[in-house]
């Protein structure tokens, strides 16, 4: 069964500490992965998209790295900042899926001031 | 940018009621998804839609319909509210036949039935 995983589910950490967040996946037969943000009672921000073929993607203080071999994607968050707190999902487009995402459970990310 | 617009932020309606959640996009997108989001459960993907007038159960399509006559909206019809259809909904549209640009999601709408 195709399925993505995100661990811990919670994660606390002081301002100004840079933090990973992990995602591994079941397939390396993907299309593509990508990393959101949800805010409480709000939809998903979609933050990075990283592609089969690419091994990273940067957007300001966040990296998303891919390593298909292995499963795994990490979102690099520097200098992280109470505004940061936020819950932090992980998607794999699986080949074969028709278009359809395959979603971890996310992690909540509390950043202490 | 891709917007997707969801009608309603909230709704709280009553048990056995007709219910209509509406999300409309404005970038052509041909893939249109409606999902429900529970606490410890996920994202559940409940139908999706690939071109006007085509739909796909998703993973638990018991309980809705949905609708699709236009390209760029995509509703979600309860046809007698449970209170088990308390959730928060998302709805999501992606491009056909290209896997660069990933899902946009709307802001959700959070559903009570009470």
């Known amino acids: 069964k195709q399925e993505v995983t995100q661990i811990p589910a919670a994660l606390s950490v002081p301002e100004g500490e840079n933090l990973v967040l992990n995602c591994s996946f079941t397939?390396?037969?993907?299309?593509?992965l990508q990393w959101f943000r949800q805010d409480p009672g709000k939809g998903l921000t979609s933050l990075l998209l990283i592609q089969s073929s690419q091994r990273e993607q940067t957007s300001g203080r966040l990296n998303a790295s891919l390593d298909k071999s292995s499963g795994r994607s990490t979102l690099y968050i520097a200098a992280s900042q109470p505004g940061d707190s936020a819950t932090y999902l992980c998607?794999?487009?699986?080949?074969?899926?028709?278009?359809?995402?395959?979603f971890g459970k996310g992690i909540t990310l509390s950043v202490r001031p | 940018d891709v917007k997707v617009t969801q009608s309603s932020r909230y709704l709280v309606k009553r048990t056995g009621e007709k219910v209509f959640l509406e999300c409309v996009q404005d970038m052509d997108h041909e893939n249109m998804f409606w999902y429900r989001q529970d606490p410890g459960l996920g994202l559940r993907l409940i139908y999706f839609s690939y071109d006007v007038k085509m739909k796909e159960k998703g993973d638990i399509p018991e309980g809705y319909s949905v609708s699709r006559e236009k390209k760029e909206r995509f509703s979600l019809i309860l046809e007698s509210a449970s209170t088990n259809q308390t959730s928060m909904y998302l709805c999501?549209?992606?491009?056909?036949?290209?896997?660069?640009?990933?899902?946009?999601f709307g802001s959700g709408t959070r559903l009570t039935v009470v």
């Open positions: 998607a794999v487009l699986y080949t074969g899926a028709n278009s359809k995402l395959t």
């Open positions: 397939d390396s037969a993907i299309y593509n």
């Open positions: 999501a549209s992606s491009l056909w036949g290209t896997f660069d640009y990933g899902y946009t």
